[in-house]
Nanobody, 118 residues
Framework: QVQLVESGGGLVQAGGSLRLSCAAS????????MAWFRQAPGKEREFVAS????????NYADAAKGRFTISRGDAKNTVILQMNSLKFEDTAVYYC???????????WGQGTQVTVSS
């Protein structure tokens, strides 16, 4: 089994920044792509950003473009989400996800709460 653990969430004022981190561990696995999703209260979970593990290609939701940056961390099997110019509507639980091949994301973290005060 593969475990994902997120960290870095918290409370921040609008306009501020947060840096989320996600570390993957467990059995031997091959990472194809990692991503961040979020779920706000009363809403469905939505895609935020993703990164290809070998090609480094990134993809962002429109709401994240220009403000969020996804990258591979220095530690093995770690992904970072740098969030700048945060808005109240960015308040959500942020989830890290990983997939070993094309298709749906197979592994998910427990989530980390991000709260942006207006």
């Amino acid at each position: 089994q593969v475990q994902l653990v997120e960290s870095g969430g918290g409370l921040v004022q609008a306009g501020g920044s947060l840096r989320l981190s996600c570390a993957a561990s467990g059995r031997t696995f091959s990472t194809y792509r990692m991503a961040w999703f979020r779920q706000a209260p009363g809403k469905e979970r939505e895609f935020v950003a993703s990164i290809g593990w070998t090609d480094g290609l990134t993809n962002y939701a429109d709401a994240a473009k220009g403000r969020f940056t996804i990258s591979r961390g220095d530690a093995k099997n770690t992904v970072i989400l740098q969030m700048n110019s945060l808005k109240f509507e960015d308040t959500a639980v942020y989830y890290c996800a990983l997939k070993e091949r094309r298709g749906d994301y197979e592994y998910w973290g427990q989530g980390t709460q991000v709260t942006v005060s207006s």
